[in-house]
């Protein structure tokens, strides 16, 4: 599970992501589903930089899992997010706390969904990813 995801961080990222995640340390452990607890009241204070796209409309959640309840904001067919920061959830899955472009909508959205990311959305050279 955790080498689709570095996997898939990699493609999207184009390695940077992972390269500060593995020097920070911040190596996710699989938890096995039945004794994963499910919080959906994670903390999420932190606003880093990036943004990146859904290419059909997602629904964001109140907490880092698939079974959280909605929040009631869609991202919209190539929604437009800015990632504030990022969190693996007791599975291992990566989920970022975002907020929709043009709007004060915020919510956790699970990485799979996002395409076109951007760490360095203001083009200064440094990418500012942050852990919730």
Known sequence: MIKTIVKRTWRVAGGA???AVLTA???????????????????????????????????????PYGDCAKTGANTGAWGKVWLHCYEYNSYGNLWWWVRIDGTNSAGWIYSDHLTGVDFDDNDDGHEDITYC
């Not at 959906?40 to 959640?61: A, Q």
């Open 17 to 19: 992501f992972l390269a």
């Open 25 to 63: 340390g911040l190596v996710a452990v699989p938890v096995s589903p039945a004794s994963a607890a499910i919080d959906c009241s994670v903390s999420h204070s932190r606003n880093g930089e990036g943004s990146g796209y859904t290419e059909v409309s997602k629904p964001l959640k109140v907490g």
